[in-house]
């Protein structure tokens, strides 16, 4: 089936951005959230960014033009034209298997129902509509405008044909694809950065490395730009908290339980460079300047 129009639900900084790759790329889409606020901001955030991006000449087409492909919506029935649509609501998985739920039943009978999660493997949001061999995830990485990979995840029921419409999809807004062979919680790249950014924060807690000499040696050993510990902070401590427990409480045995230290900085409201504050101290233009501890 070729994807015309697109639906994105949620329009934090995942679902904007996504919203943003899809304009770029000539998609209609429409973007989808109950919190009119996070809307307006959305909007802003798009257009600040497809200008910078035309003016260094990545983006060909005019500003008006990629801004004229994006509506905006706060009621779930906006979805039901689309081909596509991509949830991107918070990372809870009650939450996300009601949207689906309501996607099912508002969207025409062939469209493709997606998961931008991080760590929820798919057949459980699929289990809430009765169409699983239609619910795929894709998995795009912040900023989407700037981050190449797309990791895809079929759920086991999931129709061959469904997952090569998304991997020609991915392609079509620029992104590199992965296949992600089983579904399972964390899908291949969010389960490999747990288990160093876990050991990078227990180093910490334990004394065994200072926060800044392991960021550098992440970066100058392995040719990371940005060290384990900066990039848990420009996640937010307390979305890579949760992950750790999405993770670890749907695969106890084998993924690692929360570092204490990471529960402490969030349970003191350290969340990393939104609040100005985690492994390191941030400035209000988002600078990074010195570790915290
Ligand atoms: N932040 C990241 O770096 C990152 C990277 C990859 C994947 N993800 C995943 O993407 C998803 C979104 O993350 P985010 O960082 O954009 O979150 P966010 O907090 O920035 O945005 C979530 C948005 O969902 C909206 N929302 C909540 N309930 C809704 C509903 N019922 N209908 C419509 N909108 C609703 C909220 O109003 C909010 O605007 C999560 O599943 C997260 O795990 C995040």
Redesign the pocket.
Known sequence: MSIQTVAV????????GIAQVCAQSGFPVCL????EQ??AH?QKSIRWSVEKLVSKGVVADAVDEVLGRVSTARH?EAAAEADLAI?????QIA??Q??FAQLHHLCKAEAILA??????PIAKLAQATKRPDRVIGM????PVPLMRLLEITPNPRTDEAVTQSIVDFAYAVGKNPILVRQDIPGFLMNRIFGAMACEAIRLVERGAGSIEEIDQGMCDGFNMRVGPLCIADL??LD?SL??FNVMHGLDPEYLPKAPALLERLVREGHLGAKSGQGFYIWDENGKRRGPAF
């Not at 639900?9 to 904007?16: E, P, Q, R, T």
């Not at 949830?87 to 990372?91: C, D």
């Not at 998961?115 to 929820?120: A, D, E, G, V, Y």
Request: aromatic share 10%; hydrophobic share 45%.
């Open positions: 639900v949620g329009s934090g900084f995942m679902g904007s989808v959230d109950i919190d996070r809307l959305a779930l949830e991107a609501v918070y990372e939450l996300k009601e949207v998961s931008n999660t991080s760590t929820i998995h795009f990485f912040g996640a937010g979305i949760n992950a």
